[in-house]
Every structure is written in C-alpha cells, then in structure tokens.
C-alpha cells in the first residue's frame, strides 16, 4: 500500500480502524522513517535521522546525561537494542523510557506529516517487529499530537500555511477525519468551516489561547480537515493565485529558518538541499517574471523572495557554513532550555507559597481589588502553570481591569483546556466577551456551560438576553 502526504492520515486512521499489524515505512531521499503498529495501535518508531535516535531524544529531554552516551553505544554494538541499552547504560527507568519513546514517536510521526511526498508503504505482518516495546498508542491521538508538533515547529508545508484566500470543507475529511480527538478550540475552529469562508473572518471569531488562531487553522490543514483556496471555488485562479502564493511566502519566509525556506528537515543530505533549491529556481527565480504579463510590482516581491532562497541554499548548500548555522541554532535553543529549566524548580516551600499567594488573591478578589489580586495571582500561575484554578481565577480578576481583558481571555481558555468540564470558567469567559462586545463568542460559551449544566438559569438568561 503506497500513500502520498495528503493520505497519510486515512491510511494510518484505516490501519487503527482494521486493527492491522505491521510496519508503515516512509522515505525522503536518503531518510528513512517507520511506525510499528501492533493491533492498529503504535507500539513504537523508528528512524536512521540522527536526531530522531531514541539516546538523542532523551538527552534532550534531560532523561540521560550526555556522560552514558559512551557507555550506550557500546552495549549497542554488542547487540542490544536502543531502549535495552538505554535502560542498562543510562540507569533511567521504565517510565522514564516510556516518556522517551513517546516524544520520538510523535516527533517522527511530526516529520511524516511535515513531508511534502515521502514514498510509503506498509508490511503486514508481525515478522518485522523487531522490539519488545509496545506504547499501545492510539493512531488517532498521535495523529493530531504529531500536527500540533508540526505546526508549533513551524514545519507546515508552505502550500499549508494559511495567510489569504478562503478556507473550505476538506473533500475527503468524511473518511473518518472527523473522528480525530480534536480539543475543544480545535473542534470549534472546525465547526465554522462549513462552507468557503473567507480566512480573515474565520480568524476573527477564533479565540487567542495557547494556540493563536492562525495555528488551530494550520493544525487543521495538516489534518486534512479543511482546505486553503486562494479564490473562492468556481472562481479562476490565475496569475491572481501566483500573485497571492509568493505573497503568502514572503510573509512565512520572514521568520522561517533556512531549513524551511527550502522545505527540507535539518538532517537532510546534500543532495536533497541541491533538490529543493533547484525546484524553488524553476518556480520563482526572477528571470521567469520578465515578460509584460507580469507588473513590476509583483517582479519586486519576486526578486526579493528569491533573496531569501539563494541565501538559504548558500549557507545550508556549503558544508563549512552550514555546521556554522546549525552550531547557531543549538547554541539558540540550548539557551531557552536553560531558560526555562530556571524557571521550573518547585519544592516544599514553594508549594506553601503558592497556597498562601492564592488566599491572598482570592480574598482580594472577593473584596473586588483585582490589581492586588492579579498580582498575587499571576505569580501562582506562574510558580505552577499546570493548575487549572490558577487560570481561572486570574482570568476572572485581569476581565475586571480593562487593559487586562485580553489576558483575561488567555487565562480562561487555558484553564479550559486544563479542564474543559469548568463550568465556571465557561460562564466568566462568556461574560468577558459580553464585556467586549462579542456576543456571538459569548454564545458559544454559554451553550457550552450548558452542555455540562442544561439547568442552569444564568447561562440560560445571559443566552436568551443574546438571541
């Protein structure tokens, strides 16, 4: 069975569904990558990129000191597998493995997802499954934790990336799409895909969370949920549609990294570097927009596209530079994981701590001084970002101050998403939209609380006050 990207996920969503055993195995030029499936359940992946070693995978999520990485390679050339020699040469333990092999997995299925037309295909069949290891995840789950990785890394193709034109129901997403486990915001972003829709106004009526509007609309074209058209459908999209393509790349090249100028992974070879350049030349070099058909205008927005090609495929097409650039990124991203691992240390006391600041900004809240109380708050939520109450509470004093109430909607959506069966951060999060002046965001709040609460006579008045 061969699939192209745009059918990986019906391919792996009929492999759940039949319950199928075997390996889905992909290719990108010299990299290669694989899902073991046991029982339509992912048991584990693989892949020969560097970066996707399991060993290099739990180094960087601090699970394995760099000092066992001698020791790990060397039981490996004795015959061990990856996780055996993991858990012997690393001393971490089960859980610990099993986190690790859940990040791999989702960040090669990431990659499946990122790539433009890998060649698949799958073995059935038990014979292939080399490991004892089984994470018994649902393809559905990883499938949409995959999509919000592609997004969040900024690897979304950039025929993906949804910055102008209309957004319409995916021909194909009936195929068992819609049963992906979407989060609620997700679901809600789909649900007002039902017919073309213009992707200023569907960005509109999307609340910012987490997850900016621009991001849930991405995820959902990862998926296959939706489509992006450049014209609305029946319209000819011509030069107008070339026009809006090199707009939408300018915009995306801006803040993309020289990987994702030219659409390749960070660990692919030279020649696929080569590649990509080349089919960039062939569609935007300069010299293809000479003619009168085309106004100077779009000739300049050209040219200057083509300054962010040939940048990206001198520095990533030359060996020397190109270990110059990625010692630039690690040095980057090395930085913001200290940044942030400063930022994570909880203790005994803290826990004390973050107990006596919430009193506080309770009692503050209740006497209606919401500065004092966003300020004993915030710092709860920020001490541990994890509790759902912290969110919601500051979200309902910073909805009291003004200036704050685009916070405010912050806060609430994440508690939500912390726990989605609040009723109360329903509610506060559909008066805060009352409040601005968005009532039909406020509606779906409210019909919302009363899913949990068909009873309730506020959500029921503050709805009928709307309609």
């Avoid at 597998?81 to 090669?108: C, F, H, N, P, Y």
């Avoid at 007002?192 to 609309?217: F, H, N, R, T």
């Avoid at 969110?391 to 994440?414: D, P, T």
């Amino acid at each position: 069975m061969q699939e192209n990207r745009p059918n990986l996920v019906d391919a792996l969503l009929e492999i759940h569904r039949s319950r199928q055993t075997g390996i889905l195995r992909a290719e990108m030029g010299s990299i290669k990558k694989q899902l073991a499936i046991r029982g339509g359940l992912l048991a584990y992946a693989e892949s020969n990129a560097p970066d996707d070693h399991l060993v290099r995978v739990l180094v960087r999520m601090k699970l394995v000191n760099r000092t066992a990485l001698h020791t790990i390679a060397s039981m490996m050339k004795g015959g061990m597998t990856a996780d055996q020699a993991v858990l012997r040469g690393a001393k971490i333990g089960a859980a610990d493995l099993q986190e690790g092999l859940r990040e791999q997995a989702v960040s090669i299925l990431a990659t499946l997802l990122a790539w433009a037309e890998p060649k698949i295909r799958f073995y059935p069949g038990d014979r292939f499954l080399r490991k004892l290891v089984n994470l018994t995840a649902p393809l559905p789950e990883m499938i949409v934790l995959a999509a919000r990785r592609v997004v969040s890394d900024h690897r979304a193709p950039s025929s993906l990336c949804p910055f102008r034109g209309y957004l319409v129901p995916a021909v194909a997403a009936d195929n068992g799409r819609r049963d992906l486990p979407l989060s609620s915001v997700e679901a809600f972003a789909l649900s007002i895909v039902q017919g073309p829709i213009p992707i200023e106004e569907a960005i509109a009526v999307l609340p910012s969370g987490d997850a900016q509007p621009v991001e849930l609309i991405q995820r959902l074209l990862v998926l296959g949920l939706i489509d992006l058209q450049a014209t609305l459908p029946g319209e000819g999209a011509g030069k107008g549609a070339r026009s809006q393509e090199i707009d939408d790349l300018l915009v995306r090249f801006e803040t993309a990294s020289l990987y994702e100028v030219l659409s390749v992974p960070p660990e692919a070879p030279e020649a696929d570097i080569k590649t990509a350049y080349h089919e960039l030349a062939r569609k935007y070099h300069p010299d293809r927009f000479q003619s009168a058909e085309h106004s100077p205008e779009l000739r300049t927005r050209v040219e200057k596209l083509f300054t962010y090609v040939n940048r990206a495929y001198s520095t990533l097409g030359d060996a020397l530079t190109r270990a110059e650039y990625d010692a630039e990124r690690a040095r980057n991203s090395n930085q913001l994981d200290s940044a942030l691992q400063a930022r994570s240390s909880t203790d005994a006391d803290q826990e004390k701590m973050v107990d006596g600041l919430y009193r506080t900004g309770r009692i503050a809240l209740a006497k209606g001084d919401y500065e004092r109380a966003v300020t004993h708050l915030k710092e709860c939520v920020w001490l541990r970002p994890e509790i759902a109450k912290f969110h919601h509470y500051l979200g309902v004093a910073q909805s009291g101050i003004v200036r704050l109430r685009k916070e405010a909607e912050k806060h609430l959506l994440r508690a939500l998403e912390l726990d989605s069966t609040s009723l109360d951060s329903y509610m506060e999060l559909g008066k805060l939209y009352l409040k601005v002046e968005l009532p039909k965001r406020a509606a779906v709040q409210f019909e919302q609380a009363l899913r949990w609460d068909p009873g309730n006579a506020e959500a029921l008045r503050l709805l009928s006050s709307i309609k």
